[in-house]
């Protein structure tokens, strides 16, 4: 029980640490609830001081950076290696280094010339943030290299070899492999996309919780004929020779860990440790060799499941032998649900559960058929029949397809929803049934409300959207919509990565007017696809359709004048709501400005949007002067190759001491109220 609570203690403090040191308070107090409660816990089992002690310690690692900035010599190892980056520890320290094309293994010894710096790259509204992915390995520093040279190859060349395996195989017997057996789940590919749309990728992953089902199962029927050490020894032997392929794996080593723990448990030690206690020290020992495991949700989930199915054991094993089974599903399909509305934006395949357990087997067959083939490369052409055979099970499934779009989780939702699953069981434990069931049926009718969009006829908003660089910002008042421009980017579709989802995670399914400021790429470029995927009734880009009033909103357009430039034409648009008066400018560059508080001399408003992303091309100081905002907005992309938004802007609204809010440093800014109450 000691070892429990030293592992509760690590993750929860280093969760802590990790959260103050990137600034999300709202996730440090999702994270204080869950530490409140493993410490009551913890008194309760008289195991205060051991969950207290790892917790101080892992919140100390948490929240400690030692980077070394600007230009040097780095020496160091690495110990992660992707298809365009490698992560380099070097004097204690990890950064990331961007290269094209990397050949780069874990355990190569470098020396790179270059400048480190702070991670910046660029993040989106919905989208992945590999920055927040990369600061969950630790690494919160890159190095951008001048020169790379080799001192040590590590002579065993993994992506060498898997590329080279992978070669000659038919797409779906290419994709497959590669996210099942070499752990690499590439989304483009045809397979992977079609288990994503029905939630169904977990299936399909080299997943630790799947490896280590098998080698439970291997070594349970292992035992009916061998004693029980022989057969702790098999599966261990297995999983060590499954190790040097998966080793970036955390499932991978956590399997082995379980497995080399439990053969010692067993075979020297008179199984004196549970099954707990063991799964419990395989997570000390990971999270000594590398504390920011202990951040990503491939460790969490793995430990939270393993350990939760041993919890329930005892409580389901007197149902027969397809109840627990049953159970057990239905346990892990709850487990497993924020996540997978996360990685769906929402989609829910109801059929999911029963679909991944016929795939189950599947899944375990063709990987232990990989490894062979991979060992005798010459018969690898089993694999296409098996492939294309896994494929059309996969394609059949598609056929049959219900689903239901729910909300992408919030934070907020991660903290309720797993401090209501843990209340539940708890209460299960004390035999509380009735306060349980009403509990169940309370919470699931009040989410139930909240995924509707009768939340919204209480509620006005306003947010502006991280688009990168570019603008786009939703208006709502009431079930009103309004959205004035789309952003845009050449390298994905900024309507269905972006926006859509972020529609749908405010149950907004409709646009009633979108108004494009003027035709620049940063601006009109989703606008297309938009119209195509959602439902936008009206689409404004002229100053002489204005005003137009929706609801209770009066929109009124101030630049009037024309000009030569695309710029010159731009929409700069105002509104009143929730008790302030906003101001959407666009790229109006300077001369419109000063138009507009000529013609316009008694404008005013609070909040305003700056023109052209904070470029010296537009936020004159009479602008200022004359509208004196509270709080200036500034729509654009990290690190942008533009520079915005220039220095002489953000000093002009830091001497009139107005506020100034960035997208590209706060990610989407939103401001919300109450229509009856105000901002």
């Not at 929860?12 to 994270?31: M, R």
């Not at 058929?369 to 099970?393: A, E, H, M, R």
């Not at 009735?434 to 995924?451: D, E, F, K, W």
Request: hydrophobic share 45%; net charge positive; proline share 4%.
């Amino acid at each position: 029980m000691k070892a429990l609570f030293l592992l509760l203690g690590l993750c929860s403090g280093i969760q802590l640490g990790f959260l103050i040191a990137v600034n999300d308070y709202l996730g440090v107090v999702c994270q204080l609830v869950p530490s409140f409660l493993f410490m009551v816990l913890s008194i309760k089992k008289k195991q205060v001081f051991p969950f207290l002690l790892a917790y101080t310690i892992s919140f100390l690692l948490g929240i400690i950076a030692l980077p070394i900035e600007g230009k040097s010599e780095f020496s160091g190892i690495v110990i992660r290696s992707s298809d365009n980056y490698f992560v380099l520890f070097s004097n204690f320290r990890r950064y990331y280094v961007y290269e094209k094309d990397n050949i780069r293994e874990v355990g190569d010894i470098l020396t790179i010339n270059g400048r480190a710096s702070a991670y910046q790259g660029a993040f989106y509204e919905s989208r992945f943030d590999f920055g927040r992915y990369l600061a969950s390995l630790g690494v919160r520093y890159q190095i951008n290299a001048y020169s790379i040279s080799a001192r040590f190859e590590n002579p065993l060349r993994l992506k060498a070899l898997e590329n080279g395996f992978l070669n000659g195989l038919v797409p779906s017997a290419k994709g497959l492999t590669s996210s099942l057996f070499f752990g690499r789940k590439d989304y483009e590919t045809e397979i992977t996309s079609l288990a994503d749309s029905m939630n169904l990728v977990f299936a399909i992953s080299s997943s630790g919780l799947i490896y280590g089902f098998f080698l439970r199962e291997l070594e349970k029927r292992l035992s009916w004929k061998i004693d029980e050490g022989k057969a702790a020894l098999t599966t261990l032997l297995i999983s060590f020779v499954v190790l040097p392929l998966g080793i970036h794996k955390i499932g991978i080593r956590r399997v082995f860990l379980t497995r080399l723990l439990r053969f010692i448990n067993v075979r020297f030690l008179n199984k004196r440790f549970s099954r707990i206690e063991i799964i419990s020290f395989a997570g000390i020992i990971m999270f000594a060799l590398n504390p920011f495991d202990a951040l990503q949700s491939g460790f969490q989930l793995g430990f939270g499941i393993s350990m939760a199915f041993l919890l329930s054991e005892r409580r389901i094993k007197d149902f027969g032998v397809f109840l627990p089974y049953l159970i057990r599903i239905v346990f892990l399909r709850l487990l497993i649900l924020p996540f997978t509305l996360s990685s769906s934006s929402g989609k829910l395949h109801l059929l999911s559960g029963i679909y991944s357990q016929i795939l189950l087997p599947l899944s375990i067959l063709y990987t232990l058929i990989s490894g062979v083939t991979f060992l005798i490369p010459y018969i690898k052409g089993i694999l296409n029949p098996l492939g294309k055979g896994y494929y059309y099970v996969l394609k059949g499934f598609s056929y049959l397809d219900p689903s239901i779009r729910l909300p992408p989780p919030s934070p907020l939702f991660y903290l309720l929803y797993y401090l209501i699953l843990f209340l539940l069981i708890l209460l299960l434990e004390i035999k509380a049934h009735r306060l349980a069931g009403i509990i169940t049926i309370s919470s699931l009718s009040i989410y139930a409300l909240s995924c509707t969009p009768l939340p919204l006829a209480f509620t006005d908003q306003v947010s502006f959207i991280n688009v990168g660089q570019g603008d786009s910002i939703l208006i709502r008042d009431n079930f009103n919509t309004v959205l004035i421009d789309t952003g845009g980017n050449i390298s994905f579709d900024m309507a269905e990565e972006v926006l859509i989802p972020f529609f749908r995670k405010e149950r907004i399914d409709h646009i009633d007017y979108l108004f494009i400021t003027h035709g620049d790429f940063d601006h009109d470029g989703a606008k297309d696809s938009l119209m195509r995927n959602f439902d936008v009734r009206h689409c404004i880009d002229s100053h002489l359709d204005f005003p137009i009033k929706i609801g209770g909103l009066t929109f009124t357009s101030y630049n009037i004048y024309g000009g030569n430039e695309e710029n010159d034409l731009s929409l700069v648009l105002g509104v009143s709501l929730m008790g302030k008066k906003w101001l959407f400018t666009g790229d109006a560059p300077k001369k419109v400005e000063k138009n507009i508080i000529k013609d316009n001399p008694e404008i005013d408003c609070d909040i305003l949007k700056l023109g052209h992303h904070g470029s010296n091309t537009s936020t004159c100081p009479e602008w200022l002067d004359v509208l004196t905002p509270e709080t200036v907005i500034v729509s654009c992309g990290r690190n942008n190759k533009y520079g915005h938004p220039h220095k002489e802007v953000i000093q002009e609204c830091e001497k009139r001491g107005i506020e100034i809010r960035r997208t590209d440093q706060e990610g989407t800014i939103t401001y919300r109220s109450f229509s009856f109450i105000g901002v």
